[in-house]
C-alpha cells in the first residue's frame, strides 16, 4: 500500500469525461496537482452528494494548479449510464473506472468483500508523491473545503499549524 512521501502509483485506465469515453493515465498530470478520490459504487446515497460538491468545485482545484480525478470500481459503462440520471447529471472531472480493483488495491482502499473503495482521497504533488491521503468510514461524506485548505497547505512548503488557512502565518520552513 502506498504511504505518504512514496510516489503513488501509476495507473492507465478507462474513464468518462463530457460525456464520451477516454483513457486515464495519471501520470499525464505530472506537473499538477492531482486530487484523487474514492467513492464506493455507482447509484448509491452519499456518493452523488460529493460527486456533486467536487464538480462544482473543479474551477477552485483549478485555479491552484490542480486536477480533480474520481475513481470508483464500475465500469465506464455504469459511469455513463449515472451522469445520464437526474440523481447525478454533468460530471466536470473525469470518473475513472477501476473494474479490475486494481487501483482501488494499490492505494490500499478496497474492500476485497464488497468488491468496492473505501472513500479514500490522495493528494499528489506535480512530482508524483503522494503527500496527504485520508480514508472515511462508507457513512461519511467528504468535506471539499477541508480539501481545498489542505491543498493550499500544502501548496506553502512551509509548517502550517492546527486550522491553518490562508491569510494566516506558517510557522516556517521545517
Partial sequence: MVQVGQLAPDFTTSAVENDKFTEVKLSDYRGKWVVLFFWPLDFTFICPTEIKAFSS???RFAELGAQVLGCST???FSHLAW????ALGKVNFPMISDFTKDI???YGVLLEELGA???GLFIVDPEGILQYQVVHSLNIGRNVDEVVRVLKALQTGELCPVNWDEGEET???G
Avoid at 83 to 86: G, L, M, N, S, V
Fill in 117 to 119: 473503495a473505501l472513500r
Fill in 57 to 59: 468545485s473543479v474551477d
Fill in 104 to 106: 482501488a488495491r494499490e
Fill in 74 to 76: 464500475d465500469s465506464k
Fill in 171 to 173: 510557522l516556517g520552513k
Fill in 83 to 86: 451522469t445520464e440520471t437526474e
